[in-house]
């Protein structure tokens, strides 16, 4: 039976990412930080079968305990700080945790590892928002990074840093540049989460408007849980390598707006959107498109859900959601 070790696993990306290995017939091992993290329950709850390791990604020893316990074959850096807003009034804890993190988790395993660099197959998060002032559309494996926040600078360094243990001690580790994955699962911080709340709280009349930042801003939305096959299928390579990870489309804020309203029925959807300069980033990523050619051709990967069936599958997770919250 194969063992992973999965960090980030309360997070949206770990919990599909779980289910998918639980699914192959993986013994799945997630590390929790905290002393009482209140999504414990909800690993538990979704998961049932992981098996629950704490640890935290500032502190070393604790992960070399996790890799002690979990004897993994496979090593999942999903943990960060990840939402880019934040990222700004918490630089220096966002360093600590999305950079040095990284850096924490490669030598966790190079320790653990001893004389077989190879031993633990490792996986880090990194993120479309390294591209950021896009240097070329679409963006792929050898375009220029140009980030444009601290969350962004902190992933360059993670992604650097895995190819780096790859060259010096012939790790297995692999970088997956995501771009931007949704979900029901995803947290209600991020926009198309946001969104999806929103409408459904208007279209039941619990809530009057949504107040956003920039709708002109254009992302690669795709769904989780095609993403993180790809997790998986870039360790079962026979070589460690990077690969992006898109749908190939974009699309504007305003056109989520658009398509989220329509879910429930409202066309003249301006008149419930109210902009707060609150929203606004003090560097905004313009535009992400990306290109998975690299992906498609080595490991047969491909997205299945598009932009319309992933914008329907959240409203109406949370027309549910919200109806049951508000007992209707
Ligand atoms: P989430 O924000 O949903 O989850 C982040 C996870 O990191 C949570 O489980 C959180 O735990 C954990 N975490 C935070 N701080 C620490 C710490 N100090 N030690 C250990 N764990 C910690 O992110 P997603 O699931 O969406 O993303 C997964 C990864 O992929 C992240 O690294 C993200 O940056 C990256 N990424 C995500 C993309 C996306 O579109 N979703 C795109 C590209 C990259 P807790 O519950 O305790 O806070
Ligand atoms: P992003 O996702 O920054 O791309 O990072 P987010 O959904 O937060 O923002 C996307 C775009 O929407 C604009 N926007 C708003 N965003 C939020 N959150 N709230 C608002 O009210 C709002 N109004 C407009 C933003 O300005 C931005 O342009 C996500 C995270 O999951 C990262 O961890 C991951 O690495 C990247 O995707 C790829």
């Given amino acids: 039976m194969p063992r992973a070790l999965i960090t980030g696993i309360t997070g949206q990306d770990g919990l599909y990412l779980g289910e998918l290995l639980l699914s192959k017939g993986y013994e799945v091992f997630g590390l929790i930080r905290g002393q009482n993290n209140p999504k414990r329950a909800l690993v538990e709850a979704t998961l049932p079968g992981v098996k629950i390791l704490t640890g935290d990604l500032t502190d070393l020893s604790s992960l070399i305990r996790a890799l002690e316990a979990a004897k993994p074959d496979e090593f999942y850096n999903l943990g960060a700080i990840s939402f880019v807003a934040y990222s700004w009034e918490n630089a220096s804890l966002t360093t600590e945790v999305t950079a040095k993190g990284v850096l924490n988790a490669l030598e966790a395993v190079r320790l653990y590892s001893g004389d077989e660099p190879a031993k633990v197959r490792f996986y880090q ?18 375009t220029l990074l140009w980030p444009r926040s601290p969350y962004g600078v902190a992933k360059v360094f993670g992604h650097y840093m895995t190819i780096n243990y790859r060259e010096s001690y012939g790790m297995h580790a692999s970088s997956g540049v995501l771009f931007n994955h949704e979900s029901p699962r995803r947290g209600p911080e991020f926009v198309t989460r946001k969104v999806s709340q929103a409408v459904a709280r208007i279209s039941l009349g619990l809530q009057e408007n949504i107040v956003l930042g920039n709708l002109d801003a254009r992302r690669d939305w795709g769904f989780a849980g095609d993403y993180v096959e790809a997790m998986w299928l870039m360790l079962q390579q026979e070589e460690a390598d990077d690969y992006v990870i898109s749908t190939g489309e974009t699309h504007s804020i305003k056109e989520l707006l658009e398509k989220a309203f329509a879910v429930v029925g409202i066309t003249d959807w301006e008149k419930y959107v109210v902009q707060n300069p609150e929203f606004m980033r003090p560097a905004e990523v313009d535009l992400l498109i990306g290109s998975s050619a690299k992906a498609e051709s080595k490991l047969g990967w491909k997205p299945r859900v598009g932009f319309e069936e992933l914008v329907t599958m959240m409203v109406e997770n949370d027309v549910v959601e919200q109806k049951a919250l508000a007992g209707l």
Avoid: C, I, T
């Fill in 125 to 142: 998060a990194s993120s479309s928002e390294m591209f950021g002032k896009v240097q070329q559309v679409p963006q792929d494996e050898d």
